[in-house]
Nanobody, 123 residues
Framework: QVQLVESGGSLVQAGGSLRLSCAAS????????MGWFRQAPGKEREFVAA????????YYADSVKGRFTISRDNAKNTVYLQMNSLKPEDTAVYYC????????????????WGQGTQVTVSS
């Protein structure tokens, strides 16, 4: 069973950048499609970005397209989310997730989740 640990969350001013990392143990990430999701207080968890096993296909929520980039380094067993031009509405707990199935934007497809990392964007 793979374990996922997110890091890199922080407090940042609007317009700033952050890079989140998701490190895996207990399994090789090249067996999994990966996704990033986020949840703001009082809101449901929502899709942010996803990447296929090989990294050849990526998907983004419209709200982050052009600002966020998902990538993976299977040799390091790590997935990244580069976030640029951050906005206050990006404030949320960010989660990475893994699935053995085809890459998806649907949270229910993902089998393994990290504990989350807090991103706070001040205006």
């Amino acid at each position: 069973q793979v374990q996922l640990v997110e890091s890199g969350g922080s407090l940042v001013q609007a317009g700033g950048s952050l890079r989140l990392s998701c490190a895996a143990s207990g399994g090789w990430l090249n067996n999994y499609a990966m996704g990033w999701f986020r949840q703001a207080p009082g809101k449901e968890r929502e899709f942010v970005a996803a990447i296929s096993r090989s990294g050849g296909m990526t998907y983004y929520a419209d709200s982050v397209k052009g600002r966020f980039t998902i990538s993976r380094d299977n040799a390091k067993n790590t997935v990244y989310l580069q976030m640029n031009s951050l906005k206050p509405e990006d404030t949320a707990v960010y989660y990475c997730a893994a699935t053995r199935r085809v890459v998806s934007v649907t949270p229910g497809v993902y089998d393994y989740w990290g504990q989350g990392t807090q991103v706070t964007v001040s205006s």
